[in-house]
């Protein structure tokens, strides 16, 4: 070879992929040690040489993380990737965005677009589908990814999860409506069958079975538009029902719009949970009590995790759950 080696000519040489020898190359503990040595053995014999001081220097300046969220719509996304986006830049990274839409197709473009575009890492809020390894691609370029709010790749030993704790938020807004007299409570929202609709609905399943009452759960779209559809449904089919969880707060502003529509006093008549606590509940009337996932801080720990797996090669836990409370307001 009449030029100095690059990382592509390693790559071939080695039979791997780019980013495979860069994960070599920064030491990561993704890498098999086997494809390390194979790795090493291919820059033996065509004499490349790393330039660990220039390369640092590049990473500092350079460093991109891909950052792939289901529905930007959703205020409590677009809080969340603009925390994450400001965590992120402090330590030197930038983050490419990409709105999926809840479409799996479009993910996997996304993802293989910014692959090519040389991230470093992905954070990803992933869009449920029929693929049972939805993030393959990014275990194909062995980059470093985490899932954060839902799983939906089930290998969460190579795509660490990160959200939440949902149970703990369920239960803390059944307690305060109980706590508040509410006899016969509902659940509305979430699509049914949803891992992360059966998580927000964990608690309150848990508190009806332990007081022996039938549980009532009008599944449907995480909009405001459901809503305002499940106010006209427990009007007509369960006027009885006196406490509302909802699975999230677009849901719960919508129920609050609908039952107001049709007469029904909300914060008395009938009391209203919401679930993430976004912007929108201090300015609704009433005011919209809601389960706080603390975003900020949110965003910063998954920020730090990332980082440590970036720079540090300190891979997160398979699992991690954070905390989360109860915002008291007019609805409830």
């Given at each position: 070879?009449?030029?100095?080696?690059?990382?592509k000519?390693v790559?071939?040489?080695?039979?791997?992929?780019?980013?495979?020898?860069s994960?070599?190359?920064?030491?990561?503990a993704?890498?098999?040690?086997?494809?390390?040595q194979?790795?090493?053995?291919?820059?033996?014999?065509?004499?490349?040489?790393?330039?660990?001081?220039?390369?640092?220097?590049?990473?500092?300046?350079?460093?991109?993380?891909?950052?792939?969220?289901?529905?930007?719509?959703?205020?409590?996304f677009?809080?969340?990737?603009?925390?994450?986006?400001m965590?992120l830049?402090?330590?030197?990274?930038?983050?490419?965005?990409?709105?999926?839409?809840?479409?799996?197709?479009?993910q996997?473009?996304?993802?293989?677009?910014?692959?090519?575009?040389?991230?470093?890492?992905?954070?990803?809020?992933?869009?449920y589908?029929?693929?049972?390894?939805?993030?393959?691609?990014?275990?194909?370029?062995?980059?470093?990814?985490?899932?954060?709010?839902?799983?939906?790749?089930?290998?969460?030993?190579?795509?660490?999860?990160?959200?939440?704790?949902y149970?703990?938020?369920?239960?803390?807004?059944?307690?305060?409506?109980?706590?508040?007299?509410?006899k016969?409570?509902?659940?509305?929202?979430?699509?049914?069958?949803?891992?992360?609709t059966?998580?927000?609905?964990?608690?309150?399943?848990?508190?009806?079975?332990r007081?022996?009452?039938?549980?009532?759960?009008?599944t449907?779209?995480?909009?405001?538009?459901?809503?305002?559809?499940?106010?006209?449904?427990?009007?007509?089919?369960?006027?009885?029902?006196?406490?509302?969880?909802?699975?999230?707060?677009?849901?719960?502003?919508g129920?609050?719009?609908?039952?107001t529509?049709?007469?029904?006093?909300?914060?008395s008549?009938l009391r209203v949970?919401?679930?993430?606590?976004?912007?929108?509940?201090?300015?609704s009337?009433?005011?919209?009590?809601?389960?706080?996932?603390?975003?900020?801080?949110?965003?910063?720990?998954?920020?730090?995790?990332?980082?440590?797996?970036?720079?540090?090669?300190?891979?997160?836990?398979?699992?991690?759950?954070?905390?989360?409370?109860?915002?008291?307001?007019?609805?409830?």
């Amino acid at each position: 070879m009449d030029r100095r080696p690059t990382i592509k000519d390693v790559a071939k040489e080695a039979g791997v992929s780019k980013s495979t020898v860069s994960l070599v190359l920064q030491r990561s503990a993704l890498v098999k040690d086997s494809t390390r040595q194979q790795v090493q053995d291919a820059m033996t014999r065509i004499g490349y040489v790393y330039n660990r001081s220039a390369a640092n220097l590049r990473s500092t300046s350079t460093g991109l993380i891909g950052l792939i969220i289901n529905d930007l719509r959703n205020p409590f996304f677009t809080e969340f990737a603009a925390r994450l986006q400001m965590a992120l830049a402090d330590q030197g990274y930038a983050v490419v965005l990409a709105n999926i839409n809840e479409d799996p197709a479009l993910q996997s473009n996304m993802i293989n677009a910014l692959i090519e575009h040389g991230v470093s890492g992905f954070i990803v809020s992933p869009a449920y589908g029929p693929d049972e390894a939805p993030l393959q691609l990014i275990a194909n370029a062995g980059l470093p990814a985490l899932q954060v709010f839902r799983k939906v790749d089930p290998r969460s030993d190579l795509f660490p999860f990160l959200a939440p704790d949902y149970l703990a938020g369920s239960c803390l807004a059944m307690e305060h409506l109980r706590g508040r007299g509410c006899k016969k409570i509902a659940f509305v929202g979430g699509l049914d069958g949803r891992a992360v609709t059966r998580e927000r609905m964990s608690g309150y399943l848990e508190m009806t079975d332990r007081a022996a009452q039938d549980p009532i759960l009008l599944t449907g779209e995480a909009s405001h538009r459901f809503g305002v559809e499940a106010a006209e449904t427990l009007v007509l089919h369960h006027p009885d029902v006196d406490g509302v969880l909802c699975f999230n707060d677009l849901v719960a502003l919508g129920l609050v719009a609908g039952s107001t529509a049709r007469g029904r006093q909300v914060g008395s008549g009938l009391r209203v949970v919401g679930f993430d606590d976004i912007e929108g509940c201090q300015q609704s009337f009433p005011s919209l009590s809601s389960i706080s996932c603390a975003i900020p801080d949110f965003a910063q720990t998954v920020s730090q995790n990332m980082l440590h797996w970036l720079q540090d090669g300190i891979v997160p836990p398979p699992e991690r759950r954070t905390p989360v409370s109860l915002v008291k307001r007019d609805s409830s």
